[in-house]
C-alpha cells in the first residue's frame, strides 16, 4: 500500500505543550502523505504523545497501551509508536517492558518519525531519543487537529533550565531554547488570517524567551549588530497583528516575570490579564528544597506587583503538597499562602517522586500517602472556597467575552472566555463563534458564570 493511503490515529496526555507537539507531528506525518484519523482502529499507525510528570500520568499511558494491545491483536500490521517524555524518560525500556511498542520517539526526535517508520517496516524496532540544543520546529506550520477554529496553542521555547528539584521535565525535554520570533509572528498571524482569534504562547518559563536576531546593520554606529528579542517584545509585536487577536500565555517563573511584561500587559488590551504564576509551596524551607530560587516573600512581592500594575488581573497557580520532608507546619504555610493570593485557579497534586530527578537522589520521599491525599484534600477546600468567591466578585460586572461554541448543555446558549480565563455562558440570540460581545453577570456557580449579552 503507497504511503499516502497509510493512515494515523495519535492520543495526547500531559500539559498544553503536548498537545502543541502533537500538531507538529500531524503536520509531519501529513507533509510525507498520511492521514489522520480520529479512530485506532481504522489506523495503520497509532501514536500516544506520553506525560511523564506523576507517576499517575505514566500509569495512564500504559493503561492505554493496553487497549492498543488489544485492537493490535486484530491488525497485526498496526505499528504503535510512544512519543514524548516518557519515550524521552524510558528509552529502549520502554521497548523491553512494553512488547507491542514498535517505535519510541523522544520530544526533539519529530522530523525522524518518517525514516522511523520505514526503519519499522523491516520488522525492526526503531529508537530516537536524541534531545537538542536548537530544534524548535519552527519552520513546521502545526495542524490544528480537533481544533474549534477559535483557540490555538503557539510553541515560543522548548526545554527547561530550572532545576527544580521535583521535576523531571529537564530530563525529559532537555535544555532551554527559544523559538526564532519571525516565525513565531507569522504563525500567530496565519492564524489570525484563517479566523483564529486567540492564541496562547507556550513554554516551561515564557518569562526567559530571548531570541537573538540574526545580524541586522546598525546604520548610527555603521556596523552590524544583534537585537535581543524579549518576551515583553514578543508579546508587544503580537498584539500589533490585530486588536481582534487575543494573546494568553503560560507559564510564568516567580523568579523571572519582569515589569515590562506587565507593562505590556497593561497597554494592549488584546492581551489577556491573567498570569499562571505557579507558586508550588508557601514554607520557605521547602521552597528551597525544591529550588525555585524564590521566597514566600518575593513571590508575595510579585503578586503585589502584578496587582497594582494589573488591577484586574487574573491569577492561577500550581501547588505540590507533601514534598519531602514537609511538615504539618509547611503545610499550614501552603494553605495561608493560598488564602492569602486568592487564586483564581488552583493545580494541585501531591508529589511523586520522579525517578533521576535532584528530589529523588537527594531527598527521602517521607511523607506518608495518606497523608500526602488529606494535606491535598485540605488544599482543594480552602481552593473550592476562593474560586466560589472569586466567582461570586463577578456577579454584576460586565466582561468582553470571546465567543468559543455551543454550550455542552443547551443548544440555545453560547459560551466563551472573558480575559481571565473564566467561563461565560449566555443566550445564543444571533451571536456566533469567533465574536466579541459584552456579557453581564447575573449569577454563576464555582466553575462558571452565566449572564446576558449587554451589546445588541
Ligand atoms: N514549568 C511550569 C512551572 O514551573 O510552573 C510547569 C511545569 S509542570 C508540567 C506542571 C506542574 O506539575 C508543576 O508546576 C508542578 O506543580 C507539577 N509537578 C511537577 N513535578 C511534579 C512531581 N514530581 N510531583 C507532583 N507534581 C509535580
Ligand atoms: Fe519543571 Fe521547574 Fe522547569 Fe517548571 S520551571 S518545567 S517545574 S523544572
Given at each position: 500500500m503507497p504511503a499516502s493511503k497509510k493512515r494515523f490515529y495519535i492520543e495526547s496526555y500531559g500539559c498544553a505543550m503536548n498537545f502543541s507537539d502533537t500538531e507538529v507531528v500531524a503536520s509531519i506525518l501529513m507533509e510525507k502523505g498520511f492521514d489522520a484519523t480520529d479512530n485506532a482502529e481504522e489506523a495503520d499507525l497509532v501514536f500516544i504523545n506520553t506525560c511523564s510528570i506523576r507517576e499517575k500520568a505514566e500509569q495512564t499511558v500504559r493503561n492505554r497501551l493496553n487497549v492498543f494491545r488489544h485492537i493490535k491483536s486484530k491488525n497485526n500490521g498496526l505499528l504503535v509508536g510512544v512519543l514524548g517524555c516518557m519515550a524521552e524518560r524510558l528509552k529502549e525500556k520502554l521497548l523491553q517492558e512494553e512488547q507491542l511498542v514498535d517505535m519510541v520517539v523522544g520530544p526533539?526526535?519529530?522530523?525522524s518519525l518518517p525514516a522511523l517508520i520505514e526503519e519499522t517496516k523491516t520488522g525492526q524496532k526503531a529508537v530516537n531519543v536524541l534531545l537538542s540544543r536548537?530544534?524548535?520546529?519552527?519552520?513546521i506550520s502545526p495542524v490544528r487537529l480537533?481544533?474549534?477554529?477559535v483557540n490555538a496553542f503557539v510553541s515560543i521555547m522548548r526545554g527547561?533550565?530550572?532545576?527544580?528539584?521535583?521535576?523531571v521535565v529537564p530530563f525529559t525535554r532537555g535544555r532551554e531554547r527559544s523559538r526564532d520570533a519571525n516565525s513565531i509572528i507569522n504563525e500567530c498571524r496565519q492564524l489570525f488570517e484563517q479566523g483564529f482569534r486567540e492564541v496562547t504562547l507556550l513554554g516551561?518559563?515564557?518569562?526567559?524567551y530571548q531570541f537573538i536576531e540574526s545580524e541586522q546593520f546598525n546604520s548610527e554606529a555603521g556596523e552590524a549588530g544583534h537585537m535581543a528579542v524579549s518576551f515583553a517584545m514578543l508579546l508587544e509585536q503580537i498584539a500589533q497583528i490585530d486588536p481582534l487577536l487575543r494573546i494568553r500565555f503560560s507559564t510564568s517563573h516567580p523568579k523571572d516575570i519582569t515589569d515590562d511584561v506587565l507593562y505590556v500587559m497593561a497597554k494592549?488590551?488584546?492581551?489577556?490579564?491573567y498570569i499562571h504564576l505557579?507558586?508550588?509551596?508557601?514554607?520557605n524551607r521547602i521552597l528551597q528544597l525544591m529550588n525555585r530560587t524564590y521566597s514566600r516573600e518575593w513571590y508575595m512581592s510579585k503578586v503585589n506587583r502584578i496587582r497594582e500594575i494589573l488591577p484586574d488581573c487574573g491569577l492561577s497557580t500550581d501547588m505540590i503538597c507533601g514534598?519531602?520532608?514537609?511538615t504539618e507546619e509547611d503545610h499550614q504555610q501552603s494553605l495561608s499562602l493560598m488564602k492569602w493570593a486568592r487564586y483564581d485557579l488552583a493545580y494541585m497534586y501531591f508529589y511523586s517522586e520522579r525517578p533521576g530527578t535532584l528530589a529523588a537522589r537527594r531527598?527521602?520521599?517521607?511523607?506518608?500517602e495518606e497523608v500526602k491525599k488529606r494535606r491535598l484534600q485540605e488544599m482543594i477546600n480552602v481552593h473550592r472556597q476562593q474560586s466560589l468567591e472569586s466567582m461570586q466578585r463577578d456577579v454584576g460586572k460586565t466582561f468582553r467575552v470571546l465567543i468559543e461554541g455551543i454550550s455542552k448543555k443547551n443548544d440555545q446558549e453560547l459560551y466563551g472566555r472573558n480575559d481571565q480565563n473564566k467561563v461565560i455562558i449566555f443566550q445564543k440570540n444571533n451571536h456566533k463563534k469567533s465574536d466579541y460581545v459584552y456579557v453581564k453577570v447575573n449569577s454563576c456557580t464555582a466553575a462558571t458564570l452565566f449572564g446576558e449579552v449587554v451589546n445588541g
Open positions: 526533539d526526535a519529530y522530523r536548537e530544534e524548535t520546529y519552527a519552520d480537533n481544533s474549534n477554529g527547561c533550565n530550572n532545576m527544580c528539584s521535583f521535576c516551561q518559563n515564557v518569562d526567559s494592549y488590551d488584546n492581551i489577556c490579564n505557579p507558586v508550588q509551596s508557601g514554607s514534598f519531602c520532608s514537609e531527598f527521602k520521599d517521607d511523607v506518608p
